[in-house]
């Protein structure tokens, strides 16, 4: 799509005088319409008296039961004051005043938006994937991955982060910037771009024809540690947050190639040494320990499964401060998929009965060593709308339902880094805001069913 970028730009030298002249036209016209619509609005006689009352421009969500911090105790009848997108108060009592919005969820439970650290918005595993890689335009992605942000929203997850768009890294970046320019309502998306990657990795495209491969190959592959440099600078220019890195094989790639390290020593040095001059955290996917321990010792900030994670491991977790984000959802679903589903390869078939089933016995270790763990699904292998799953596989590893949802609120904002902007229902941080019924510190299963829900002050499911 790079290269496409670079066709359209010729086409714009290749405009006539004429045809320059007339566009400047239309787009002035517009801007003009634009304007003027806009004093309309403001000249609303209805919007100057509500401007002028108490509460104008703001919204009193009425919290029966309020979570306001995961980790924290909850506390009851509380009012959310959200001004421009923001909590701007927190009041004791059922308060509004003349002028403002009032939500009423007196009888629900309020806590956080959630936070998934790991998704792919723009495709859902299953029997098509392989040819849509060949049929589906970048346009099909973007609009399939703005429709897959929904459901994530919907289902209470207000911050996601989007770790391998694939062969649609222009469609998820715009897909992004259109919701943080609020243009469009959805989830905050943190986005990797395209998955940094070695030749025949598990971030590669495999078993299609050679010519298939050549016109499907991206520049997010790399071999050797001065090309890897090139690929994360090249990520970090698209447009990418974060830098995803297969560090070994994977389960859903078309080649039986093991799941243990895949990236040579150096080039994880050089990825993670690149990425920190560019201000970037580097995120690897990781089964086989010898490319979890690999990894750690290069530096990255987090690991992504870490299914065949050891005793050594553990240390350099907790050595180097790194995070783990277990998926077990994903091994779940690729196991189940494995045993009773049609579609996969021989190679992944394979793999994924051999790594789903441990997966849960991973986050049993992991927190049992005393990891940081934050909530992350690998949605989009599972599908779109359910990862409030992996909170009940939490619980079979071990977790308190107050660990869990800690977890996926504030947890999962630190190690996101954009713990001043979501994570808790704090002053000064955006309003991401759901509400469900009965009480998620005992029961985490009532976080399958959230009623309400709202992502910088703007209502998305009520
Ligand atoms: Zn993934």
Partial sequence: MRQKADEDKGDHFSLTREETRMRRLFLFSMAVAALSFGLVVNLDPRAIAQQSAPGAGKTYVQAGTLIAVPGEPAQTRKTIIIENGRISAIRDGFVEERGGAVIDLRA??????????HVHLLNETGPSQRLDVVTKSEADFAVEGYANALKNLRAGFT?????????????IFAIRDSIRAGKL???????????????????????Y????????????????ADDCR???????????????ITATGGVLS?????TEQQFFDDELVAIVETARQLGRKVTAHAH???????????????????????????RLFKEKGAVLVPTVLAGRFVENEAKT?????????????????RMLDMLRRAKAGGVTIAFGTDTGVSKHGDNAQEFGLWIEAGFTPPEALRAATIGAATHLGIAAETGSISVGKAADIIAVDGDPLRDVGVLLDVDFVMARGVVAKE
């Avoid at 024809?209 to 050797?224: F, K």
């Avoid at 090139?230 to 995803?244: L, N």
């Avoid at 589903?341 to 789903?356: C, F, N």
């Fill in 108 to 117: 629900k439970t309020v806590l956080p938006g959630l936070i998934d650290s």
């Fill in 159 to 171: 911050t996601v982060a989007d770790l391998g768009a694939g062969n649609g890294d222009d469609a």
């Fill in 185 to 207: 309502i959805g989830p905050r998306i943190l986005a990797a771009g395209s998955t940094v990657t070695p030749t025949g990795g598990h971030g590669d495209i495999q078993g």
């Fill in 209 to 224: 024809r050679d010519d298939v491969m050549e016109v499907l190959g991206r520049a997010s592959t790399c071999n050797g």
């Fill in 230 to 244: 090139r690929a994360v600078r090249e990520q970090v220019r698209a447009g990418a947050d974060v830098i995803k």
């Fill in 254 to 258: 078309n080649i039986a190639a093991g």
């Fill in 288 to 314: 086989g320990v010898t490319g979890v321990n690999a990894a750690l010792r290069a530096g990255v900030a987090s690991i992504e499964h870490g299914t065949f994670l050891d005793a050594e491991s553990i």
């Fill in 341 to 357: 589903g049609t579609w996969m390869t021989p190679a992944q078939r394979a793999k994924a009965l051999d790594v789903g089933p």
